[in-house]
């Protein structure tokens, strides 16, 4: 397993427009997280997945947002009609359940740029 | 709610230097404490965690202590290497029901010259 992977790395678009990130989690993890990072900032939760099912989502992640896990495997983030204030890093991380404070596994992350 | 607050960047040091990078942190409860490690380029990383008051976790010659009298997790390498230079969070999952939800610093950036 190579980790968590992450596409695209980078994504360029233009506001009003609609965009969508993938991450693969590790094969095994069946929790899987989204966090938000923006310049100078620490990584913000955003929402997760324990399986397919969508457990919790942080203020952060407004109505424009949504993400999917369907098969309880890779998992999709959209953002609707995007503004400057998107511009960030998207970072996706997944890890084992149970066991408390089970280790995250971390992608690269897709920076979105809004212009 | 809970809340991590890291030693303002950048820290710049020479070689074999010693490094110490504060972080403190409030909680309800008894969280867990993580740095994670970014290198240019790559995703964040696992560098040590500790999971109850008094544990030291260790790696790759880095050390922080769980203080919980002064909630506390202070970052220590005795001898920085250039390979060093990266930026470093500080991190906590809180205890009971929110343990899965990390809560970042803003992270330090490390610069290690030859």
């Known amino acids: 397993d190579t980790g968590v992977s992450q596409d695209p790395r980078h994504k360029i678009t233009k506001r009003g427009q609609n965009v969508t990130f993938r991450c693969d989690p590790i094969s095994e993890h069946n929790r899987l997280y989204w966090y938000r990072q923006t310049l100078g900032q620490g990584p913000e939760f955003l929402t997760y997945?324990?399986?397919?099912?969508?457990?919790?989502k942080s203020r952060l992640l407004s109505d424009r947002f949504s993400a999917e896990r369907p098969k309880g495997s890779f998992s999709t983030l959209e953002i609707q009609r995007t503004e400057q204030g998107d511009s960030a890093m998207y970072l996706c991380a997944s890890s084992l359940v149970p066991g408390m404070n089970t280790e995250a596994f971390f992608g690269q992350g897709t920076r979105l740029t809004v212009v | 709610g809970d809340s991590v607050t890291q030693m303002e960047g950048p820290v710049t040091l020479s070689e074999e230097a010693f490094l110490t990078i504060n972080c403190t942190y409030t909680a309800t409860g008894y969280p867990s404490l993580f740095w994670y490690v970014q290198y240019p380029g790559e995703g964040l990383q696992l560098l040590l965690k500790a999971t109850k008051a008094d544990d030291k976790g260790s790696n790759k010659g880095f050390e922080a202590t769980y203080r919980k009298e002064t909630t506390s997790f202070h970052l220590e390498k005795g001898s920085v290497q250039v390979s060093d230079s990266a930026v470093y969070f500080c991190?906590?999952?809180?205890?009971?029901?929110?343990?899965?939800?990390?809560?970042f610093g803003k992270g330090t950036l490390l610069t290690v010259n030859p």
């Open positions: 991190a906590l999952t809180g205890s009971g029901g929110s343990n899965y939800k990390l809560t």
């Open positions: 997945f324990q399986n397919e099912a969508q457990l919790e």
